[in-house]
């Protein structure tokens, strides 16, 4: 029988009624560019701890004392604001994600699944959400680095493609390499790639994300990401871009995006899942 994943952990303090943080105790906010979590306003002292943190074992004098639960959330709270998790996207959670059609129903079915079957003693395998912009993609995957976050302690890192290569070019200009900005990305539980195959897809780009890909995937060490482009290749000359701009060319592929040896590796460590349905930005924009 598949093992039950953990809830979300829970402040003790927190009103298990409460409407704003279903019971959890953490609200997510805005703090300038990121995502930040934080008491809900119906958190109350500690009843467990009495706000020490620690927890006596027994009712002996001196007893053995162990770390209050309230002191994991708050551990788990630092690896959420540390996640890089966009601000725009501080509400998207799997509940906050409105499923179009049966088609996206099976779709945050397969995120919930993957959430239950993630192990913090095992080796995972990744998960990559395909489709045209606007599906929701990115809602999904911050939805569940969350529930990595507050239900398995995992430690994650989101990154959009655009801005680790920004990133990593001011870096070189200021000598620090590339080491400084990659090796945390290769050292967390779970990496989440937004926008992955997107950019101009230039020879520093591609290295940058072998190096990524290849250490992490020598690690054992599961990527999520979103991608606007399907799964495969098609044959498109990546040097032939002008052609597909012009929409005179065969549309282009991951692999044709990210090169045969990072599709390849993604291909062998990850489920691809298509996100289909009608463009949630545009809905909005309607409503
Ligand atoms: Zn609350
Ligand atoms: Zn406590």
């Given at each position: 029988?598949?093992?039950?994943?953990p809830?979300?952990?829970?402040?003790?303090?927190?009103e298990?009624?409460?409407?704003?943080?279903?019971?959890?105790?953490t609200?997510?906010r805005?703090?300038?560019e990121?995502?930040?979590?934080q008491?809900c306003?119906c958190?109350?002292?500690?009843?467990?701890?009495?706000?020490?943190?620690?927890?006596?074992?027994?009712?002996?004098?001196?007893?053995r004392v162990?770390?209050?639960?309230?002191?994991?959330?708050l551990a788990?709270?630092?690896?959420?604001?540390a996640?890089?998790?966009?601000?725009?996207?501080?509400?998207?959670?799997?509940?906050s994600?409105?499923?179009?059609?049966?088609?996206?129903?099976?779709?945050?079915?397969?995120?919930?699944?993957y959430?239950?079957?993630?192990?913090?003693?095992?080796?995972?395998?990744?998960l990559i959400?395909?489709?045209?912009?606007?599906?929701?993609?990115?809602?999904?995957l911050v939805?569940?680095?969350?529930?990595?976050?507050?239900?398995h302690?995992?430690?994650?890192?989101?990154v959009?493609?655009s801005?680790?290569?920004?990133?990593?070019?001011?870096?070189?200009?200021?000598?620090?390499g590339?080491?400084?900005?990659?090796d945390?990305l290769?050292?967390?539980?779970?990496l989440a790639?937004?926008e992955l195959g997107?950019?101009?897809n230039?020879?520093?780009?591609?290295?940058v994300?072998?190096?990524?890909?290849?250490r992490?995937?020598?690690?054992?060490?599961p990527?999520?990401?979103?991608?606007?482009?399907a799964?495969?290749?098609?044959?498109a000359?990546?040097?032939?871009?002008?052609?597909v701009?012009?929409?005179?060319?065969?549309?282009?592929?991951?692999?044709?995006r990210?090169?045969?040896?990072v599709?390849?590796?993604?291909r062998?460590?990850s489920?691809f899942?298509?996100?289909?349905?009608?463009?949630?930005r545009e809905?909005?924009?309607r409503g």
């Amino acid at each position: 029988m598949a093992s039950r994943h953990p809830p979300e952990l829970a402040h003790p303090g927190a009103e298990p009624e409460c409407p704003d943080c279903r019971g959890s105790g953490t609200l997510i906010r805005r703090a300038g560019e990121r995502a930040a979590a934080q008491d809900c306003h119906c958190v109350v002292v500690c009843p467990d701890c009495r706000g020490t943190g620690l927890v006596p074992q027994s009712e002996a004098f001196r007893a053995r004392v162990k770390r209050c639960r309230c002191q994991t959330l708050l551990a788990r709270r630092r690896i959420f604001d540390a996640a890089n998790i966009p601000a725009r996207h501080s509400d998207s959670t799997r509940a906050s994600f409105v499923p179009k059609g049966r088609h996206q129903t099976a779709v945050l079915a397969a995120v919930s699944k993957y959430l239950a079957s993630y192990d913090p003693r095992a080796d995972n395998r990744g998960l990559i959400l395909y489709g045209q912009v606007g599906r929701g993609k990115t809602h999904l995957l911050v939805g569940l680095l969350r529930d990595l976050v507050f239900h398995h302690g995992a430690r994650v890192k989101f990154v959009e493609f655009s801005h680790l290569l920004a990133d990593l070019k001011s870096g070189f200009d200021v000598g620090r390499g590339m080491a400084a900005l990659i090796d945390p990305l290769v050292e967390v539980d779970v990496l989440a790639i937004d926008e992955l195959g997107k950019g101009r897809n230039t020879e520093f780009e591609g290295t940058v994300l072998d190096e990524l890909v290849s250490r992490r995937y020598n690690a054992v060490r599961p990527i999520l990401a979103t991608t606007n482009f399907a799964p495969g290749s098609s044959g498109a000359s990546v040097a032939n871009a002008a052609s597909v701009q012009l929409g005179t060319g065969p549309s282009p592929m991951l692999s044709d995006r990210v090169g045969e040896r990072v599709y390849s590796r993604l291909r062998e460590t990850s489920d691809f899942i298509e996100v289909q349905g009608e463009d949630h930005r545009e809905l909005r924009g309607r409503g």
